[in-house]
């Protein structure tokens, strides 16, 4: 058996999943703003109550590792590394784009996601770096990357070596809906779909069988781009 909790937080939405062998047992999640610290816990305990499992019964935790809300990320991974050391468990990290595209495939198994000709489809998802840049990577349909996570300022020529050379190229995300306007409108298609942890139970089941985990005392956030704080304008005074 693997029992793995599963936590998503890189994005306005806050979510936390458990699932064994593979296969979601429950889902906690929701999108009201910038209150992970308090949400997340509560979620973490209404999960194993519910499903009458103990934290001690958990045999990893799986974390999205970003890109994404640097705030966010950093009370997901703290999180989870609290409870892998506190529980000497294996911590597994997945990117949080990758763990999009899951949720985008899930969406078109169960006829949420209507895509024709999916398996030319390429899968483009993407988080919001603010302005109009985004975090995004490009897969196919299986979930195989085609490109590396990168930020990108959008722009009509982004992503042109994917687009038009057959099948969709769908975009989805909190960073999609402001690129509809500057991508081509050919072969470009806005999906709705959302990050959850659901989108990390596979790619974390898959690592857990292969022991893919990462050092828990030091493992990082994936931010790809520096944190800067900046000095408010406002007057005080």
Known sequence: MALILSIETGTDICSAALSNNGELL????????QDHARKLALYIDELLKANEYDPEDLDAVAVGKGPGSYT???????TAKGICYALGIPLIGIGSLEALAYVAAEDHQAGILDVENWNTTKLCPMIDA?????YAQVFDS?????SDAGAHIITPESFSRF???GGEFVIFGNGAAKCINTLPKEGVRFAEVAPSARG???PAYEAFNTGRF??????????????VITTSKKKLF
Request: charged share 25%.
């Open 26 to 33: 429950a889902l906690r999640e929701s999108s009201g703003g």
């Open 72 to 78: 966010g990320l950093r009370i997901g991974v703290s």
């Open 130 to 134: 603010r302005r109009m840049e985004v």
């Open 142 to 146: 299986n979930i195989l990357p085609l």
């Open 163 to 165: 687009i038009g050379n």
């Open 200 to 202: 990390l139970v596979k």
């Open 214 to 227: 990462e050092d828990v005392a030091y493992f990082e956030p994936f931010y790809l781009k520096d944190f």
